[in-house]
């Protein structure tokens, strides 16, 4: 009571200032970095809901095909915030001028291993050696390719990645000219293919791996310099938009329809399957940690072991 308390507070304030003749809601460069991942949809929620504008903020969004196009544009200094995933952290190692604020969700139930409609592939035991799609090299999709492997006990070399990008025509154009045997892609990708005849769904990826900050929420070091409390107020709108979700499921597919250019039968099937994985106080578990740490070594993305605790911070979450 008292939380719910405070934050009605809070807003009413904020709604106060917003109010004030000749103000202007902050605009804030918010990148992504898949155009149909329902790990992101809070983000496209809190736009169209008007949440965002609600915290103050004028959200720029962009997208991008992978993480690694994403964490150059950061780089770059054309994001201010960007929503990727957890194995990202390992640019931030590598000097990337960002931090982690924010696991947003820790299992990744938006993700799984599709093949074409017609491949004989009918276990996971027939994809030894298999050429399997990823968005990028270095993205979350492309280690969840290889950690498959290994945990067949192939070792991470036991399936070929191959990076035909992150939007669904790839995928689509991928399994019909059978230049790949499988594809890591959304779940809603997955079932729009089923209905579709294009591809079938062989199995989640959380059936073979656990937490790992799937959805994860960046900063640049920029933005956290000059404003720290817009990262707040953004944060703020993200976990609203994420309260809206459970709530209000017809509007949440209607929208998430919308993104992705797939049926509101699909989505429907989606919401059901991967809300439960959205974390609602953002905090970096100790499983998704090592997961991650773990991550870094398989793929021998770092020289050294990090520090996983100078790779984020939390001192911008909401406080519960």
Request: proline letters at 5%; aromatic letters at 8%.
């Amino acid at each position: 009571m008292k939380k719910t308390v405070r934050r009605g507070l809070a807003l009413a304030a904020l709604a106060a200032i917003i109010a004030q003749p000749g103000h202007a809601a902050d605009k804030l460069r918010v990148a992504k970095a898949s155009p149909t991942s329902v790990a992101m949809l809070p983000l496209n929620v809190g736009v169209a809901t008007g949440i965002f504008t609600k915290h103050g903020l004028d959200v720029e969004v962009t997208v991008f095909a992978g993480g690694s196009k994403l964490h150059q544009a950061m780089a770059a200094g054309a994001v201010d915030i960007g929503i990727g995933a957890g194995p990202e952290l390992a640019l931030i190692a590598k000097g990337s001028p960002e931090l982690a604020i924010c696991n947003s969700s820790r299992p990744a139930l938006f993700l799984g291993i599709s093949v074409p409609a017609d491949s004989p592939v009918r276990a996971p035991a027939d994809l030894k050696g298999a050429k399997i799609g990823v968005s990028s090299i270095g993205s979350l999709t492309y280690w969840l390719a290889r950690e498959f492997a290994r945990t067949r006990g192939w070792g991470p070399e036991g399936v070929v990645t191959v990076a035909i990008g992150g939007e669904s025509a790839a995928y689509i154009a991928a399994f019909r000219t059978h230049a790949v045997d499988a594809g890591i892609m959304p779940t809603s990708l997955a079932f729009e293919m089923e209905e579709q005849k294009e591809g079938r769904l062989l199995l989640p990826v959380s059936d073979y791996v656990g937490n790992m900050s799937s959805g994860t929420i960046f900063a640049s070091k920029a933005l956290i310099a000059s404003d720290p409390e817009q990262i707040r107020r953004f944060l703020l709108g993200w976990f609203d938009a994420v309260v809206f979700m459970r709530k209000n499921k017809a509007e949440t597919v209607k929208i998430a329809a919308e993104m992705t250019g797939f049926s509101a039968a699909v989505q429907a099937k989606e919401y059901d399957l991967t809300m439960p994985m959205f974390n609602d106080d953002g905090k970096f578990d100790k499983e998704s940690l090592d997961t991650l740490e773990r991550s870094f070594e398989d793929l021998k993305l770092l020289d050294t072991k990090p520090d996983m605790s100078k790779l984020y911070t939390e001192e911008f979450l909401p406080k519960h």
